[in-house]
Nanobody
Framework: VQFVESGGGLVQPGGSLRLSCTAS????????LGWFRQAPGKEREGVSC????????YYADSVKGRYTISRDDAKNAVYLQMNSLKPEDTAVYYC????????????????WGQGTQVTVSS
């Protein structure tokens, strides 16, 4: 499985970015999808997840109300809309997938993307 992530970059505090992740030669329809991030010197943490069945979503407390996860199975893609960005959101963001939504929320990931850098700075 190969994920291709895009949309990262440098943005000022208060700005927005939209991350995209698509998979090649792998249908995402039946998989829970999510985004994780790792800041310098910190452990990787779960940011948001979305189930495959009913679209149930999970958000870390630090991003609730600012981030929105969505998926488009027709395009084999998952997205993360990030608004009101803060310097502490600076990290490498990874898309992820697992067969189990609950497991993904708990941090168990079967497939990882390569990561995309998000830097929030003035």
């Amino acid at each position: 499985v190969q994920f291709v992530e895009s949309g990262g970059g440098l943005v000022q505090p208060g700005g927005s970015l939209r991350l995209s992740c698509t998979a090649s030669a792998f249908a995402l329809d039946y998989y829970a999808l999510g985004w994780f991030r790792q800041a310098p010197g910190k452990e990787r943490e779960g940011v948001s997840c979305i189930s495959s069945s009913d679209g149930e979503t999970y958000y870390a407390d630090s991003v609730k109300g600012r981030y929105t996860i969505s998926r488009d199975d027709a395009k084999n893609a998952v997205y993360l809309q990030m608004n009101s960005l803060k310097p502490e959101d600076t990290a490498v963001y990874y898309c992820a997938a697992d067969t189990s939504y609950r497991a993904l929320v708990a941090g168990r990931v079967s497939w990882w993307g390569q990561g995309t850098q998000v830097t929030v700075s003035s």
